[in-house]
């Protein structure tokens, strides 16, 4: 049973002007591809290939040698970017905050604009490439995390400083932005504001 890239759910022109058409056709259609295709190849014919994703990464303290790299880069590809085209959305609706992510922020963050202060400067200070998250924790808070590469808060990894469950994520590869915004990272922070689809992380908080 192979990982299925799924549907991105809107047109590659949709986040426009916010993000651009080339950069989503070249980041769906190779950089994900390229994931998941990877990450099939490399769990074919082994047990690993019937357990989930989410479950590889919480058991990854306990995977082989030869199989760690292909699921913290290519499992990691895959599930990441799965999760952020339903993280944007083109729909002015699903744009909307529903009350129980607002109250959700202010008891962690204190505002909205906290939270964006707080995730857009983790973003921003990425060393080389790897995403920004805002993770609910065993403890039912929000907190701001980043992390390297493709590896997510999800993974049982030394290198994983806050586990926790993603409720949303920005991929600050350059293979993200670099195209529209070229070294202009916080440009590319900004213009993501305008995309959130804050109705799915509503149904991640649920
Ligand atoms: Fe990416």
Redesign the pocket.
Known sequence: MSYTQPELGYAFNALEPHIDAATMEL?YSK??KAYVDKFNAAVQGKNEDSLKLEQLFAGMDKLSADLLPAVRNNGG?AW??TE?WKWMTPNDAQKQIPDHVKSAIDASFGSLDKLKEQFSDAAATVFGSGWAWVIRTADGKLKVTKTANQENPLMNLPTIADRGTPILGL?V?E??YYLKHQNRRPDYISAFWNVVNWQYVGSLLK
């Open positions: 980041h950089h994900h590809g990441n970017h952020f991929d590869w293979h993200a």
